[in-house]
């Protein structure tokens, strides 16, 4: 019984290491390839081959070498895709109703349309 449960859990642990492991290799590889336009390509090829024939020992130095210049390009590519999707949701959602409305006053004020026009535009506003 003891022996299958430290089976069992000399497994997890190993298990647990190879998952961390493949998320740090996705990350550099993620890192080298589409985020870093500075490094040249042999550059890169050579940080991949070391990566098939010592794989531990190079992610670690890569982690070590590069750690501060991955994390600034995952910020700054995070920062990018924040501004991305907050302008796409200002295009899609367009004007605000209150927006619509404070223009039609002020075309009201400036006498370009009448009381019905301001109204009719309110009302489209609100809908």
């Not at 500075?38 to 098939?52: D, E, N, P, Q, S």
């Not at 404070?102 to 370009?112: E, F, I, P, R, V």
Request: no cysteine.
């Amino acid at each position: 019984m003891w022996s299958s449960f430290w089976q069992f859990l000399w497994s997890t642990i190993v298990i647990f290491a190879f998952v961390a492991y493949l998320v740090i290799l996705f990350n550099i590889l993620i890192d080298l390839f589409w985020r870093d336009h500075l490094t040249a390509g042999w550059k890169k090829a050579l940080w991949v081959v070391f990566l098939i024939v010592l794989p531990y020992l190079t992610s670690l130095v890569y982690l070590i070498v590069r750690g501060d210049g991955m994390a600034l390009r995952a910020r700054e590519a995070a920062a990018s895709a924040k501004r991305e999707t907050d302008d796409y949701i200002r295009e899609a959602a367009g004007r605000s109703p209150a927006q619509e409305i404070a223009d039609a006053k002020a075309l009201l004020d400036s006498g370009s349309i009448t009381d019905d026009e301001f109204a009719s535009l309110k009302a489209k506003a609100l809908r």
